[in-house]
């Protein structure tokens, strides 16, 4: 079946910093790869997503690349904020009716 | 646009009591919801997907006795958990996907319902 793999965290960052969130998936097929992020206290919002290989997403400075050859879809961002702490949530879409199989979500957190 | 709404935000309820969850899409239809389960730190569990006018699809081990879910409209889905016991005590989240063309892959997430069951 369908699975997504991604780091555990927490993962703590200064300001500024570069982060990497490492997600590899199985799949069926060709999926398409999203991040879903989610502030404290609020629902999952799409961060960006990524509908076939090569394709890159990207939106408020992150950035994640469909690679089929590793089957990963790594986020990154070259300089975090206080503002992007949050759990972010790797996920596939790849059977019919769209539904969405989620990796465990990792909490970041970005220390002035 | 493309916002999702979730009533009531948490609910305390006792044991044994039915508790019924909404999800609305405000400012767009949505054939198709789905609903999942978030335990504290892990991640989402898909429960099941609901079709307007339709029987929800269930995914495999949810109960569909203890959890019904009823999709009236293009902008309503709603989430009954009967019966309810301290188990039951979870962050349960919606999502919805837009009906136009060309936007099935991304589903709007709701904020969430807190259930505690005493």
């Known amino acids: 079946g369908n699975s997504v793999t991604q780091m555990e965290g927490p993962v703590t960052l200064s300001e500024e910093a570069f982060l990497t969130i490492n997600c590899t998936y199985t799949a069926t097929g060709y999926p398409s790869l999203f991040w879903y992020v989610q502030y404290p206290g609020e629902g999952l919002q799409l961060l960006l997503k990524?509908?076939?290989?090569?394709d890159k997403g990207s939106n408020k400075g992150f950035e994640a690349t469909y690679r089929k050859e590793t089957t990963s879809f790594h986020l990154e961002k070259g300089s975090v904020q206080v503002s992007d702490s949050a759990v972010y949530f790797c996920a596939l879409s790849a059977a019919a009716g769209n539904k969405l199989t989620f990796g465990g979500g990792t909490r970041v957190l970005v220390k002035p | 646009g493309a916002v999702v709404s979730q009533h009531p935000s948490w609910v305390i309820c006792k044991s044994g009591t039915s508790v019924k969850i909404e999800c609305r899409s405000l400012?767009?239809?949505?054939?198709?919801m789905f609903w999942y389960r978030q335990f504290p730190k892990q991640s989402l569990m898909l429960m099941a997907t609901?079709?307007?006018?339709?029987?929800?699809?269930?995914e495999q081990g949810v109960e569909k006795d203890k959890f019904l879910i009823n999709h009236a409209s293009l902008t309503l889905s709603t989430l009954t958990v009967t019966s309810a016991h301290p188990e039951d005590s979870s962050f349960y989240i919606c999502s919805a996907c837009p009906q136009a063309a060309g936007s099935q892959e991304t589903q709007y997430f709701g904020p969430g319902t807190r259930l505690l069951v005493l």
């Open positions: 990524a509908t076939k290989a090569d």
């Open positions: 609901s079709n307007e006018g339709s029987k929800a699809t269930y």
């Open positions: 400012d767009f239809q949505a054939t198709t």
